[in-house]
């Protein structure tokens, strides 16, 4: 069955203080590895697509990176507001349905 | 706002009463989506449109929920004799290709 876990569930960090948070998946025939951001009562927010290992995305101060089993979202210098729970879902071809992780929920301190 | 919209956006309903959601996706987006969140959880894949035909559905969706997307335009997902298990939020989703759009939910509570 495919699955997807991210790791830490939480995270916290001062303003400025680069981390990085896990994706680890198990999906046949990946078409596709997507991050998302989520503030509190809202829907997420698309970040990136990654669609075979070795590929790289960044936008401002994030940047996700892919392995054959592994994402990774880099957050350099983060700022209080990219306090949100950030998601990860693999989807698999032949399917459209998305499997997500229970996300990282990352709190940035001033 | 362009944007993936749905409505209502909060719903209270009691026990064995039946809830209708509705969703408009991007104007010329053909894939729809709808998805189950619960607290601490990721999203859940409840079922998938392409235009007007429902292509793929997953488990979760019993016989008590059904969704349908006449036309191929806005979508509309039904729970019938909701149970407090159904207490969550409900996304959905929209995409012209590989990425998906999602709207900011409608929250449903069965006391």
């Known amino acids: 069955e495919d699955q997807v876990t991210q790791s830490p569930e939480a995270l916290r960090l001062q303003e400025g203080e680069s981390s990085s948070l896990n994706c680890s998946y198990t999906?046949?025939?990946?078409?596709?590895l997507f991050w998302y951001r989520q503030d509190p009562g809202k829907g997420p927010e698309f970040l990136f697509t990654?669609?075979?290992a070795g590929e790289e995305k960044e936008k401002e101060r994030l940047k996700a990176t892919l392995t054959k089993k592994e994402s990774f979202l880099h957050i350099t210098a983060p700022k209080p507001e990219d306090s949100a729970t950030y998601l990860c879902?693999?989807?698999?071809?032949?399917?459209?349905?998305?499997?997500f992780g229970k996300g990282t929920k990352l709190t940035v301190n001033p | 706002d362009t944007g993936v919209s749905q409505d209502p956006r909060h719903k209270i309903t009691k026990r064995g009463q039946n809830v209708t959601f509705r969703c408009d996706p991007i104007?010329?987006?053909?894939?729809l989506y709808w998805y189950r969140q619960t607290l601490g959880q990721g999203p859940e894949f409840l079922t998938y449109?392409?235009?007007?035909?429902?292509?793929?559905k997953s488990r979760l969706l019993s016989d008590r929920f059904s969704a349908e997307r006449p036309k191929g335009s806005f979508s509309t997902l039904e729970i019938q004799r909701t149970e407090q298990g159904d207490s969550a939020m409900y996304l959905c989703?929209?995409?012209?290709?590989?990425?998906?759009?999602f709207g900011e939910g409608s929250w449903l509570t069965v006391v």
């Open positions: 989703a929209s995409s012209p290709g590989n990425t998906i759009y």
């Open positions: 999906v046949s025939g990946l078409r596709g």
């Open positions: 990654l669609y075979s």
């Open positions: 879902a693999a989807g698999r071809g032949g399917s459209e349905k998305l499997v």
């Open positions: 104007s010329e987006h053909n894939r």
């Open positions: 449109f392409q235009n007007e035909a429902q292509l793929e």
